[in-house]
């Protein structure tokens, strides 16, 4: 076991105290004032330098609002540094919940009603405050920086883009990042390691139909908007099965469709919201050209307009040559036989906007067991005593890494 693991281990009490605090107060989405301040007071307890960093441009704000998501006037980013000068490596955790009634019995229940941290990410940042403490006090031996990256807004899938239009990963360069993400249904104390793609990439699609409403009785006279959403419903659903190929994993799931309010009068609008889920870049690219020539068509048949609302989010890549300048680090906090090989998740991260611009590594750390209540479950739990294990990873992967490099 390394001696950076039984350093995280004096501090286990303060990174279960830190997940603690922040699961009983989760906040939603970009703007989280009152968990920036808990990590920055924590940040200062430590003696660590950082600025808030990330900015929300109003198109953005729009967009979000258009698609239902809660009102947002900020972006509550956090990029500390401990070390200087080159190379430099990002460690990253992301610090924002779910719209959960929390179903536990724990003394740390969720205190806001209607919000959980069921993702985990109360963790991530406790986790990655437990690394912090040992790097500060290690700061003498980095051979480069270390960039701590808190970032808000992971599950609406754009947080890090925000906090990274704000040159997060610049002064210095970032050269390199590694990020973690428990898992409650996979074994407490194994790490999957994954070279290539490891989450899915999502594309959302809100199509917002303007037809010509009138009396039921009169279908001529009308643009029907209920008409045009339930024929592009059926044609995105047809287009993966001729256009995708069979072996590649993708899928498309239309999660709303509204419009109209009685029986008796074909409605003036129709709203259908969607999202695509792939892994394989070749055809995600060629549906992402597809799906908005197919509603283009399909609204303009039946003679109506429409807008369109989209989000993309891109698939995370683990840098295969990164993974195994780091696989010894791995393997000296979690021993050799923990670390085991579960494949690409079908899931979606924002981490992808930093795998895409450096070289990356993005774990799954086990925190349960195979049956356990899923992430996004309102009964998700975890092993509390495998958190320190993650805190250890990030050090270990900075120090080791940083040496590495200037060999």
């Known amino acids: 076991m390394s001696s950076i693991f039984k350093?995280?281990?004096?501090?286990?009490?303060?990174?279960?105290?830190?997940?603690?605090?922040?699961?009983?107060?989760?906040?939603?989405?970009?703007?989280?004032?009152?968990?920036?301040?808990?990590?920055?007071?924590?940040?200062?307890?430590?003696?660590?330098?950082?600025?808030?960093?990330?900015?929300?441009?109003?198109?953005?704000?729009?967009?979000?609002?258009?698609?239902?998501?809660?009102?947002?006037?900020?972006?509550?980013?956090?990029?500390?540094?401990?070390?200087?000068?080159?190379?430099?490596?990002?460690?990253?955790?992301?610090m924002d919940a779910l719209p959960i009634e929390e179903e536990t019995d724990s003394a740390f229940k969720s205190a806001a009603a209607g919000k959980m941290h069921a993702c985990g990410h109360d963790s991530h940042t406790a986790m990655l405050l437990g690394a912090a403490a040992v790097l500060k006090e290690r700061e003498s031996e980095l051979q480069g920086t270390v960039k701590l990256f808190f970032q808000p807004g992971e599950e609406w899938g754009y947080g890090s883009k925000l906090v990274i239009d704000d040159r997060a990963l610049e002064n210095p360069k970032v050269d390199a990042a590694f990020g973690i993400h428990i898992m409650p249904h996979q074994e407490a104390g194994t790490l999957s390691v994954t070279k290539g793609t490891i989450t899915q990439a999502m594309d959302t699609y809100i199509v917002d139909i303007q037809g010509n409403g009138g009396h039921s009785s009169q279908p001529h006279k009308t643009v029907d908007a209920n008409m045009i959403m339930t024929q592009l419903y059926t044609s995105l659903n047809l287009l993966l099965t001729r256009e995708a190929d069979p072996k590649q994993n993708v899928t498309f799931s239309v999660g709303s469709m509204s419009g109209g309010t009685v029986t008796n009068v074909i409605p003036d609008k129709a709203v259908l919201s969607g999202n695509m889920r792939s892994f394989d870049q070749t055809t995600r690219d060629h549906l992402c050209q597809r799906i908005p020539e197919m509603i283009d068509h399909t609204v303009k048949a039946w003679r109506g307009t429409y807008t369109i609302t989209d989000f993309h989010t891109p698939t995370t890549y683990n840098d295969p040559a990164f993974v195994d300048s780091i696989s010894g680090s791995l393997a000296d906090v979690m021993g050799e036989g923990n670390i085991v090989d579960l494949g690409a998740i079908n899931g979606s991260e924002d981490f992808p906007y930093i795998s895409q611009a450096v070289p990356s590594a993005f774990v799954i750390l086990g925190t349960g067991k195979e049956g356990n209540p899923p992430v996004h479950n309102p009964r998700m739990s975890q092993d509390e005593s495998i958190f320190k294990y993650g805190a250890a990873l990030h050090a270990q992967v900075a120090i080791d890494w940083l040496r590495s490099q200037n060999v």
């Open 7 to 94: 350093e995280i281990t004096q501090l286990e009490g303060q990174i279960i105290k830190d997940r603690r605090h922040l699961h009983q107060h989760p906040e939603l989405g970009f703007d989280l004032p009152n968990t920036r301040d808990y990590v920055q007071n924590r940040l200062d307890d430590l003696g660590i330098a950082y600025r808030q960093c990330g900015t929300l441009p109003e198109e953005i704000r729009q967009k979000f609002a258009r698609a239902g998501f809660p009102e947002q006037t900020d972006c509550t980013g956090i990029l500390a540094e401990i070390g200087s000068g080159s190379p430099c490596i990002l460690l990253r955790a992301d």
